[in-house]
Protein backbone atom coordinates (compact mmCIF):
# COMPACT_ATOMS: atom_id res chain seq x y z
CA UNK A 1 0.00 0.00 0.00
CA UNK A 2 2.44 2.50 0.27
CA UNK A 3 3.52 4.58 -3.23
CA UNK A 4 4.54 7.38 -4.20
CA UNK A 5 2.73 10.61 -3.78
CA UNK A 6 0.71 11.59 -7.03
CA UNK A 7 -0.79 14.70 -8.43
CA UNK A 8 -4.06 13.42 -6.22
CA UNK A 9 -1.81 14.25 -3.29
CA UNK A 10 -0.69 17.69 -3.95
CA UNK A 11 -4.18 18.96 -5.81
CA UNK A 12 -5.76 17.55 -1.99
CA UNK A 13 -2.99 18.94 -0.13
CA UNK A 14 -3.65 22.65 -1.86
CA UNK A 15 -7.15 22.35 -1.55
CA UNK A 16 -6.92 21.83 2.07
CA UNK A 17 -4.28 25.18 2.67
CA UNK A 18 -6.18 27.05 0.90
CA UNK A 19 -9.16 26.72 2.10
CA UNK A 20 -7.35 26.81 5.75
CA UNK A 21 -5.98 30.35 4.58
CA UNK A 22 -9.90 31.35 3.28
CA UNK A 23 -11.02 30.58 7.03
CA UNK A 24 -8.65 32.42 8.12
CA UNK A 25 -9.23 35.34 6.27
CA UNK A 26 -13.22 35.52 7.36
CA UNK A 27 -11.81 35.22 11.00
CA UNK A 28 -12.52 31.71 12.15
CA UNK A 29 -9.63 31.19 14.06
CA UNK A 30 -10.09 34.17 16.46
CA UNK A 31 -14.04 33.75 16.48
CA UNK A 32 -12.35 30.24 18.03
CA UNK A 33 -10.30 31.28 20.29
CA UNK A 34 -6.75 32.33 18.67
CA UNK A 35 -5.72 35.98 19.29
CA UNK A 36 -6.32 38.38 17.40
CA UNK A 37 -2.79 39.57 17.11
CA UNK A 38 -1.46 36.05 15.54
CA UNK A 39 -4.29 34.69 14.50
CA UNK A 40 -3.53 34.80 10.84
CA UNK A 41 0.33 33.79 11.53
CA UNK A 42 -0.76 30.58 13.29
CA UNK A 43 -3.28 30.19 10.01
CA UNK A 44 -0.72 30.95 7.14
CA UNK A 45 2.04 28.65 9.37
CA UNK A 46 -0.75 25.70 9.82
CA UNK A 47 -1.62 25.64 6.19
CA UNK A 48 2.25 25.32 5.27
CA UNK A 49 3.55 22.58 7.67
CA UNK A 50 -0.01 21.04 6.82
CA UNK A 51 0.26 21.06 3.04
CA UNK A 52 3.83 19.45 3.20
CA UNK A 53 2.95 16.84 5.91
CA UNK A 54 -0.23 15.93 3.80
CA UNK A 55 1.46 14.09 0.37
CA UNK A 56 4.37 12.98 2.88
CA UNK A 57 1.74 10.64 4.11
CA UNK A 58 1.18 9.09 0.83
CA UNK A 59 4.10 7.29 1.61
CA UNK A 60 2.77 5.70 4.74
CA UNK A 61 1.76 2.23 4.49
CA UNK A 62 -1.87 2.77 6.26
CA UNK A 63 -5.16 3.27 4.60
CA UNK A 64 -6.75 6.33 4.03
CA UNK A 65 -9.35 5.82 7.08
CA UNK A 66 -6.53 5.21 9.50
CA UNK A 67 -4.71 8.05 8.57
CA UNK A 68 -8.14 10.53 8.94
CA UNK A 69 -8.56 9.11 12.23
CA UNK A 70 -5.20 9.77 13.23
CA UNK A 71 -5.39 13.29 12.29
CA UNK A 72 -8.63 13.75 13.76
CA UNK A 73 -7.02 12.43 16.81
CA UNK A 74 -4.22 14.66 16.48
CA UNK A 75 -6.79 17.60 16.12
CA UNK A 76 -8.58 17.25 19.32
CA UNK A 77 -5.16 16.38 21.14
CA UNK A 78 -3.89 20.02 19.53
CA UNK A 79 -7.48 21.95 20.40
CA UNK A 80 -7.24 20.69 24.22
CA UNK A 81 -3.86 21.94 24.11
CA UNK A 82 -4.59 25.24 22.96
CA UNK A 83 -7.51 25.46 24.89
CA UNK A 84 -5.41 24.87 28.14
CA UNK A 85 -2.66 27.12 26.71
CA UNK A 86 -5.28 29.39 26.82
CA UNK A 87 -6.74 29.47 30.04
CA UNK A 88 -3.76 29.27 31.54
CA UNK A 89 -2.57 32.52 30.05
CA UNK A 90 -5.77 34.34 31.12
CA UNK A 91 -5.45 32.66 34.45
CA UNK A 92 -2.02 34.20 34.84
CA UNK A 93 -2.61 37.49 33.63
CA UNK A 94 -0.54 36.84 30.47
CA UNK A 95 2.72 36.41 32.88
CA UNK A 96 3.21 32.31 32.05
CA UNK A 97 5.09 32.68 28.76
CA UNK A 98 4.91 29.07 28.30
CA UNK A 99 1.20 28.73 28.73
CA UNK A 100 1.34 31.63 26.00
CA UNK A 101 3.27 29.08 23.46
CA UNK A 102 1.47 26.16 24.30
CA UNK A 103 -1.91 28.55 23.13
CA UNK A 104 0.11 29.64 20.16
CA UNK A 105 1.93 26.32 19.17
CA UNK A 106 -1.43 24.30 19.75
CA UNK A 107 -2.97 26.34 17.05
CA UNK A 108 -0.55 25.56 14.60
CA UNK A 109 -1.14 22.45 15.37
CA UNK A 110 -4.57 22.14 15.25
CA UNK A 111 -4.88 24.22 11.73
CA UNK A 112 -1.78 21.34 10.43
CA UNK A 113 -3.73 18.73 11.57
CA UNK A 114 -7.08 19.76 10.32
CA UNK A 115 -5.14 21.01 6.87
CA UNK A 116 -4.15 17.47 6.52
CA UNK A 117 -7.71 15.94 7.76
CA UNK A 118 -9.48 17.49 4.96
CA UNK A 119 -6.62 16.79 2.13
CA UNK A 120 -6.94 13.00 2.68
CA UNK A 121 -10.53 13.50 2.50
CA UNK A 122 -10.16 15.79 -0.79
CA UNK A 123 -7.71 13.41 -2.40
CA UNK A 124 -10.25 10.68 -1.75
CA UNK A 125 -12.91 11.93 -3.20
CA UNK A 126 -10.63 13.09 -5.98
CA UNK A 127 -9.59 9.66 -6.38
CA UNK A 128 -13.48 8.23 -6.39
CA UNK A 129 -14.51 10.73 -8.83
CA UNK A 130 -11.78 9.91 -11.51
CA UNK A 131 -12.72 6.18 -11.62
CA UNK A 132 -16.21 7.25 -12.88
Do not use: N
Amino acid sequence: MSRRPDVYDFCGAGVAAGLALVAAQFGFATDFGAHPIWASTVAHVGAAVGAVVAPVLALMRFGWRAKALAMAFLAVLAGVAAWQGKARFAESYAEDALAGRMWFLGWIALISALVVLVAILATRLLRKHDRV
